[in-house]
């Protein structure tokens, strides 16, 4: 393991789950968006180009009422009771059933049958990363930490009046959960800059949670 993430592991007792747009040139960049955006060639095909710039919605304001412009502008808003209605359920049957449930959502949803829920990072096999990976990893490790050594709270102390004194205590938090998006991108970043932070703080422990694939 390269010397960023085994310092992140030994200093912290981390526990891992097992598992508006008008042209054309702003349209190649969403080519990213669409699967079979390369050619053979690995030039931008066209078929691809058209398919982004009908996913991107062009408008010009010289075109539209104050109105319609204050409308592009808003947030948009979800509706979540669809969302909650389908999570509620399984969000229940992990509370009544912990691991078993777990496990059998694993299985239905992600198509892997867990040997174990939850494992230390000691007892995974150490990572065989190309030379350049992993000095960008220890680069990015030594980045995150300076940045949040900077933010690193301190005690103040104010006698307000004779008699009365006010303190400001930072205490880091006990426990605390990280969670790692999977699926189609790897996202070691995420886990960077989420259990770094903690580990500056202090926090006794770590769970880090993450999909299997």
């Not at 393991?1 to 592991?9: D, G, K, N, Q, T």
């Not at 220890?138 to 900077?150: G, K, L, P, Q, T």
């Amino acid at each position: 393991m390269h010397s960023s993430l085994s310092s992140l592991v030994k200093a912290s007792p981390l526990k891992c789950n097992c598992r508006a747009i008008n042209n054309k040139f702003t349209a190649q960049l969403a080519v990213r968006m669409v699967s079979g955006g390369r050619s053979r060639s690995g030039r931008l095909s066209l078929n691809a180009v058209a398919q982004a710039e009908r996913m991107l919605k062009s408008v010009s304001a010289e075109f539209l009422s104050d109105v319609e412009i204050k409308e592009l502008l808003q947030r948009p808003r979800i509706d979540f009771t669809s969302i909650l209605t389908t999570v509620g359920p399984i969000v229940e049957q992990v509370r009544q059933d912990g691991d078993a449930a777990v496990r059998q959502f694993t299985e239905r949803f992600d198509k892997v049958t867990l040997d174990d829920i939850c494992v230390s990072p000691q007892e995974l096999p150490w990572p065989e990363l190309p030379e350049d990976v992993s000095a960008a990893f220890d680069v990015a490790y030594a980045n995150i930490r300076a940045f949040h050594e900077a933010q690193r709270g301190t005690d103040t102390e104010v006698t307000t009046m004779p008699g009365v004194t006010c303190r400001r205590v930072t205490r880091p938090i006990n426990a605390v959960g990280v969670y790692v998006p999977g699926g189609t991108a790897v996202l070691p970043s995420s886990a960077l800059m989420l259990a770094v932070p903690a580990q500056i703080a202090g926090c006794s422990t770590v769970v880090l949670a993450t999909p299997p694939r």
